[in-house]
């Protein structure tokens, strides 16, 4: 109940500008955040600096804008990753599935290397 209300807030307050596209990535953003645990909760409320219910619907669009940027423009391919997949037979991610340019696995891997908040790594 609470999660279709809060989907329901920010499905009607997206901008039109964006299309589908920002429903869809504040949709799973939303999704998501129903998943994690209280200590994961804490850690990215705390990196986001915002603990309002929709915390992660809120910066769900940032890798988007951040990439039209000229600062930005180096990590288009930095926030996604076309999984080669064909339900309901395969289900699943493979680094083989990230091209040679980088994709959000990488990426990541790549952040934690250098120092990164290590969400994974602390407990
Ligand atoms: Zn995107």
Known sequence: MKATAL????????PSVYGWGTLGHQ??????????????????????????PAYMG????????????????????FHFIDANVTPPGTCGVAMSDCPEEGCVVSAIANYVSRGGPGLWLDS
């Open 58 to 77: 809120r910066i769900a669009l940032w890798a988007d804008q951040f990439r039209t940027t000229p600062d930005g423009k180096f990590s288009s391919p």
């Open 27 to 52: 949709t799973v953003a939303l999704l998501a955040q129903q998943y994690l645990l209280p200590e994961t909760i804490s850690a990215v409320q705390g990196i986001l600096n915002d603990t309002t």
């Open 7 to 14: 989907l329901v807030a920010v499905a009607t307050s997206v």
